[in-house]
Nanobody
Framework: QVQLVESGGGLVQAGGSLRLSCAASGSTFNIRFIGWYRQAPGKQRELVATIGSAGTTNYVDSVKGRFTISRDNAKNTMYLQMNSLEPEDTAVYYC?????????????WGQGTPVTVSS
């Protein structure tokens, strides 16, 4: 099994910054980080940013230029640097990873870390 633990969330004023971390532990062999999602109150979970095997990154339009996704394979950790935060960024942020166990694709989620941006 793999456990994903997010950290780094909190309360910040608009214009501020936070850095989220997602640490994988357990049977992390062949683990692949997919990206970060967020879910605001009363809304569906949305994809925020992804990182490919070769390091290619993609972002939802609303965070382009403000958020940066990265990973440290040696530490089995993925990050989301969030700058110029806006009240609309308020949500619980989740990280997502997957791996193949034999021929079975297993998907993992963290427990979420809340981010609140005050105006």
């Amino acid at each position: 099994q793999v456990q994903l633990v997010e950290s780094g969330g909190g309360l910040v004023q608009a214009g501020g910054s936070l850095r989220l971390s997602c640490a994988a532990s357990g049977s992390t062999f062949n683990i692949r980080f997919i990206g970060w999602y967020r879910q605001a109150p009363g809304k569906q979970r949305e994809l925020v940013a992804t990182i490919g095997s070769a390091g290619t990154t993609n972002y939802v339009d609303s965070v382009k230029g403000r958020f940066t996704i990265s990973r440290d394979n040696a530490k089995n950790t993925m990050y989301l640097q969030m700058n110029s935060l806006e009240p609309e960024d308020t949500a619980v942020y989740y990280c997502n990873a997957e791996r193949y166990y034999g021929t079975t694709l297993q998907t993992y989620w963290g427990q979420g870390t809340p981010v609140t941006v005050s105006s």
